[in-house]
């Protein structure tokens, strides 16, 4: 009885050592093709040369990632199912939905915070502005239509929109919400919205085609990619607004198996090339140990549920 009771304490370890020993799943709350999802893709590839096992990408959509987020949370505590969350699943949903079928911290144990991501602020051709100082002044002197669009109630382009009101202090500013940036960026090309904030992969072929123009970025440096273009912050000090990607396993899951899968991502996100492809995105690299996650998290939550606060954002 007693070598059998030893042996039934020994598979785990066993079990933990051996990690991984079959194909892993990477769970992705939103459709192919969109950041989360191509951030996703890039890291199951390596991850897969790094751990010697298949890493599959599924994406479980709806209900603003809350049913993929779901499903990684209630997944086996074995390492084997990895939740991507993002900004919107892990700070800004559990704040603005009253009844949201996850705990986000409860639920899940921080593997590696992924990417931040800047968002760039562009405004329609039509808007008799052409860079940063003007904007703000047309804002707070209410001179006309400044409604802007975002992707959906609660994401990040809309808070985005929301401090940036708040900031600058033009309670005239409207909110637009669409089913996604594509229609968006069409409305604001058309001159039927006036201003947005959206991903540069998104927003920058539109600017380089001369279609809408960009105004600055939301993070407080200047982007690499865009030089000329002035952070927000350079005229409203401390404005931050940046869009992230992370990493999270169910709770529960042994200590040994998240080091290994910590210790996975950054030697993954450390390649060059891996690096380049993630800035080819418009993305940083953030890769880092699982307390700065967690930290960095209980951080993004307590900002955002003071920006929806503030605004009085509320819930679809």
Same mark, same amino acid.
């Given at each position: 009885?007693?070598?059998?009771?030893?042996?039934?304490?020994?598979?785990?370890?066993?079990?933990?050592?051996?990690?991984?020993?079959?194909?892993?799943?990477?769970?992705?709350?939103?459709?192919?093709?969109?950041?989360?999802?191509?951030?996703?893709?890039?890291?199951?590839?390596?991850?897969?040369?790094?751990?010697?096992?298949?890493?599959?990408?599924?994406?479980?959509?709806?209900?603003?990632?809350?049913?993929?987020?779901?499903?990684?949370?209630?997944?086996?505590?074995?390492?084997?199912?990895?939740?991507?969350?993002?900004?919107?699943?892990?700070?800004?949903?559990?704040?603005?939905?009253?009844?949201?079928?996850?705990?986000?911290?409860?639920?899940?144990?921080?593997?590696?915070?992924?990417?931040?991501?800047?968002?760039?602020?562009?405004?329609?051709?039509?808007?008799?502005?052409?860079?940063?100082?003007?904007?703000?002044?047309?804002?707070?002197?209410?001179?006309?239509?400044?409604?802007?669009?975002?992707?959906?109630?609660?994401?990040?382009?809309?808070?985005?929109?929301?401090?940036?009101?708040?900031?600058?202090?033009?309670?005239?500013?409207?909110?637009?919400?669409?089913?996604?940036?594509?229609?968006?960026?069409?409305?604001?090309?058309?001159?039927?919205?006036?201003?947005?904030?959206?991903?540069?992969?998104?927003?920058?072929?539109?600017?380089?085609?001369?279609?809408?123009?960009?105004?600055?970025?939301?993070? #407080?440096?200047?982007?690499?990619?865009?030089? +000329? *273009?002035? /952070?927000?912050?350079?005229?409203? =000090? $401390?404005? %931050?607004?940046? &869009?992230?990607?992370?990493?999270?396993?169910?709770?529960?899951?042994?200590?040994?198996?998240?080091?290994?899968?910590?210790?996975?991502?950054?030697?993954?996100?450390?390649? #060059?090339?891996?690096?380049?492809?993630?800035? +080819? *995105?418009? /993305?940083?690299?953030?890769?880092? =140990? $699982?307390? %700065?996650?967690? &930290?960095?998290?209980?951080?993004?939550?307590?900002?955002?549920?003071?920006?929806?606060?503030?605004?009085?954002?509320?819930?679809?």
């Amino acid at each position: 009885m007693a070598g059998f009771t030893a042996l039934a304490a020994a598979r785990p370890a066993l079990s933990q050592a051996s990690f991984p020993n079959r194909t892993l799943r990477l769970i992705v709350p939103y459709a192919a093709g969109g950041q989360s999802d191509v951030t996703a893709r890039i890291l199951g590839e390596g991850l897969g040369r790094v751990l010697g096992q298949s890493v599959v990408v599924e994406n479980r959509t709806g209900a603003g990632g809350i049913i993929g987020t779901e499903a990684g949370a209630k997944a086996d505590p074995d390492g084997y199912t990895l939740t991507v969350g993002t900004i919107a699943t892990h700070a800004i949903v559990p704040v603005l939905q009253p009844k949201v079928p996850y705990d986000h911290v409860r639920d899940f144990a921080p593997v590696s915070l992924l990417i931040r991501q800047p968002l760039v602020l562009a405004v329609t051709p039509s808007l008799p502005v052409q860079n940063l100082d003007e904007l703000l002044a047309y804002a707070k002197a209410g001179r006309g239509p400044l409604s802007f669009g975002s992707s959906g109630i609660g994401t990040s382009l809309h808070l985005a929109g929301e401090i940036f009101k708040l900031r600058v202090g033009a309670p005239t500013m409207e909110h637009v919400p669409y089913r996604g940036s594509g229609p968006m960026m069409n409305d604001l090309i058309g001159g039927q919205i006036q201003l947005t904030f959206d991903a540069p992969l998104t927003t920058l072929p539109f600017v380089q085609n001369g279609q809408v123009r960009a105004i600055a970025v939301t993070t #407080p440096q200047r982007l690499a990619a865009a030089p +000329d *273009l002035p /952070a927000v912050a350079e005229r409203l =000090p $401390a404005f %931050d607004v940046q &869009s992230w990607t992370a990493l999270f396993a169910p709770s529960r899951t042994p200590r040994p198996v998240l080091d290994r899968l910590n210790a996975a991502v950054q030697e993954v996100w450390a390649q #060059p090339e891996v690096q380049k492809r993630l800035r +080819d *995105l418009g /993305a940083e690299p953030a890769a880092g =140990p $699982a307390a %700065d996650l967690a &930290s960095f998290v209980a951080g993004e939550t307590e900002k955002w549920g003071g920006v929806i606060r503030a605004a009085k954002v509320q819930p679809q």
